[in-house]
Antibody
Framework: EVQLVESGGGLVQPGGSLRLSCAAS????????MHWVRQAPGKGLVWVSR????????SYADSVKGRFTISRDNARNTLNLQMNSLTPEDTAVYYC?????????WGQGTLVTVSS | DIVMTQSPESLAVSLGERATINCKSS????????????LGWYQQKPGQPPKLLIY???NRESGVPDRFSGSGSGTDFTLTISSLQAEDVAVYYC?????????FGQGTKLEIK
């Protein structure tokens, strides 16, 4: 059974940092492009970042470029998102997403709240 | 950036009736190299993550009921639910994965009339 389990969310002050992780199981993690997508409370879906299967290529939404870093550890089947210089606009549920002919599998998400 | 515009923003349909949601992209998402439209449709129920229904604009994901279908090409796409069931109440999103930044429509809220 395919599973993506996000962790690391929580309450952080503006300007602070958080590191999200996503534990993958039930599929060959190293074969898939992976993404982070976020959803602010009551709002729509916003793509955040993408990493290719071996971790050699990444891309980011302009809103997070220079502040967020996506990475992966294929030996540990883990996807990460290092988030720095957080602002209240980063408050959202962050989803880890597998890419295969579209975003074909989503984790349950982890909530990040940026507030003083 | 490719802007995805869905219509309507909300929709109320009677049980057993057809529901149609439209999506328009600001530029074509048809890739000439493989003739695929890089367009997906997702269903999101309250408190749940999105679920992929349709990929390549018209291919139904495994396990998705056949009352769901996708059509269109280039810049204009449609998601059709042929006979609405109570469990189909959700927000539906279209999504282009043609180019970064990947973008989603604003969502269409589907309710029972």
């Amino acid at each position: 059974e395919v599973q993506l389990v996000e962790s690391g969310g929580g309450l952080v002050q503006p300007g602070g940092s958080l590191r999200l992780s996503c534990a993958a199981s039930g599929f060959t993690f190293s074969s898939y492009i992976m993404h982070w997508v976020r959803q602010a409370p009551g709002k729509g879906l916003v793509w955040v970042s993408r990493i290719n299967s071996d971790g050699s290529a990444t891309s980011y939404a302009d809103s997070v470029k220079g502040r967020f870093t996506i990475s992966r550890d294929n030996a540990r089947n883990t996807l990460n998102l290092q988030m720095n210089s957080l602002t209240p606009e980063d408050t959202a549920v962050y989803y880890c997403v597998r890419d295969r002919d579209g975003f074909n599998f989503w984790g349950q998400g982890t909530l990040v709240t940026v507030s003083s | 950036d490719i802007v995805m515009t869905q219509s309507p923003e909300s929709l109320a349909v009677s049980l057993g009736e057809r529901a149609t949601i439209n999506c328009k992209s600001s530029q074509s998402v048809l890739h000439s190299s493989n003739n695929n439209n890089y367009l997906g449709w997702y269903q999101q129920k309250p408190g749940q993550p999105p679920k992929l229904l349709i990929y390549w604009a018209s291919n139904r994901e495994s396990g998705v009921p056949d009352r769901f279908s996708g059509s269109g090409s280039g810049t204009d796409f449609t998601l059709t639910i042929s006979s609405l069931q109570a469990e189909d109440v959700a927000v539906y999103y279209c999504h282009q994965y043609y180019s970064t930044p990947y973008t989603f429509g604003q969502g269409t809220k589907l309710e029972i009339k």
